[in-house]
């Protein structure tokens, strides 16, 4: 009995040795403009060489919808789009497997597309992981991002805080010359005064007239 269990668990630990995590990447959320094409990029991270057995699979999920809809897959080296579901017509694989790549476009969105989609990847033996999901939300215009909004007012109060600054430098510059100036106007009427006090503290000298 404990060569059984004993032979068991070394043939679990060989299985997990060889099977490691894998991590699928995609953005946290895309914006896309209505009528336009957007692409949807997956990727992902594995230990092992990239394998010629790669998969990936993407699905969808409407926004108010409980259950998610298979809409591609990715295996053998051959891409499989769904032929029914909202994306028919309308999806095309842009990625590169060997690049890890399993990016996806969508073209003509509208705004029945709003929803979540998830992407997987398995790169045997790396098996094991979450998929990653990003969510899509198509606008007339696309807004304004609040990252943008405050980078501006940040640039905005620094350009203030500099210009402020540098005013202020202006400013003491601006003094201190106008009190040099003074300054030195005062020191030239000084020494001109004591010039001519003492020209006209000269004493004379007396004229002798000698007689023969």
């Known amino acids: 009995m404990l060569s059984v269990l004993a032979l068991t668990s070394v043939v679990l630990l060989g ?10 990447y995609t953005n946290w959320e895309k914006h896309a403009l209505l009528g336009s094409d957007v692409r949807l990029s997956c990727s992902f991270f594995s230990w092992h060489w990239t394998s010629s057995e790669v998969t990936f699979s993407w699905s969808y999920r409407a926004d108010g ?42 073209r003509n969105v509208d705004f ?11 790169n045997p033996p790396d098996i094991m992981g979450h998929p990653s999901n990003v969510r899509l939300l198509v606008f007339e215009k696309v807004p304004v991002q609040a990252g943008v909004i405050t980078g501006a007012i ?22 201190a ?36």
Not at 15 to 24: E, G, K, N, R, Y
Not at 112 to 118: A, C
């Open 65 to 106: 919808a409980k259950e998610s809809i298979a809409i591609f897959h990715y295996t053998n080296g051959a891409p499989y789009i769904a032929t029914k579901g909202p994306f028919k017509d309308r999806l095309d694989f842009v990625g590169n497997p060997n690049r890890r790549d399993g990016s996806i476009m969508i």
């Open 154 to 175: 940040i640039g905005v109060v620094l350009g203030v805080l500099i210009l402020v600054v540098a005013i202020y430098y202006l400013m003491r510059f601006l003094v």
């Open 15 to 24: 299985i997990a040795s060889q099977c490691t995590a894998i991590s699928v």
């Open 112 to 122: 029945n597309d709003n929803g979540t989609f998830s992407c997987d990847a398995k």
């Open 177 to 212: 010359r106008r009190v040099f100036s003074l300054s030195m106007s005062r020191h030239g009427k000084k020494g001109k005064g004591k010039e001519g006090s003492q020209q006209r503290q000269k004493p004379k000298v007396p004229l002798v007239f000698i007689s023969f």
